[in-house]
């Protein structure tokens, strides 16, 4: 059984420390949060945490435990992981792990160093629907990709410890570089506006462009009238459409556009193929998978990381790369 201590109970945090308490490997010891009213919610919920503390060292200075998971404010992470990994735990962070590069390289070498996992809660890599569709790329089937373009926006919840682009493109980046293998974008260009604080955008579009001619374009916002979650993958021979509020959330369409050449059409000597395009519309349907709570097989994943090795798909490698893409824009 493996002892653990969460740092923040907030926003998210909540779900994180059911999903820990109702993981049947793992033994939750300790919680720390700085309010009030967020230590009373652990203790009227949760009767067998035996401390609930608003300092963070009591956790990281308990010898027992032996994994710490971090979910408090951004500009936070690097301090709490690094202090967390010299104490000889493992670390899971919420994203982003860090806000500079450097930072979470220095967490993914302490990690080495001291053999721990580091791990970034990267949870859109644990659904069950993007795992599907990472299949279905790898397969062939779609042919190859030609483009991405997401959309996550609602109107709200606003932020001022972090923008639009930090606060929500963590998840498509994060989606769109493990469809990808995790390849590097050769080009970044990223437009954002502040609305409502002033220096905080509350939309971005970011557009990367990736190795073979792959374009890839997020679109974040605050400030819509409709809550969208939704990603389109174009590829040459098939579309794929991922709708994470819907019931059913993988559309797949055998839709394109061809190029087939005709020989001897005009007779021109000078350029004998002349260029015909054949539009395919074929059927399309909804692609069956099994469901489960992205989080809880996160948490899985986690203390299997830890107990047997398993190799971590988020960890500080993975959460480098959309670091960098953040950073660099």
Known sequence: MLKLGQIGVGY???NILRNIVN???CIVKSVSDLSD????????NYKDIKIVTSDALD???DSEIDAVIIATPAHTHYSLAKACLEAGKHILVEKPMATKLKEVKHIGELAKENNLVAMVGHTFLYNSAVRKIKKIIDSGELGKIRYIYSKRASLGRIRSDVDALWNLAPHDISIVQYWLGDMSPIKKKKNGMSYIQKGIDD???LNLIYPQSILVNIHVSWLDPVKVRKITIVGSKKMIVYDDISDNKISIYDKGIDVKAVLGKNMDFDNPEVVEFK???GNSSFVKFEW???LKKEIEHFVE???IGTKCITGANHAAKVVEILESC
């Open 12 to 14: 998210w945090g909540p």
């Open 23 to 25: 993981n049947k490997k």
């Open 37 to 44: 009213s967020r230590r009373k919610f652990v203790k009227d």
């Open 59 to 61: 956790i990281i200075k």
């Open 203 to 205: 939309v971005v579009f």
């Open 279 to 281: 539009y395919r519309e």
């Open 292 to 294: 489960d709570e992205p």
């Open 305 to 307: 990381c830890i107990t």
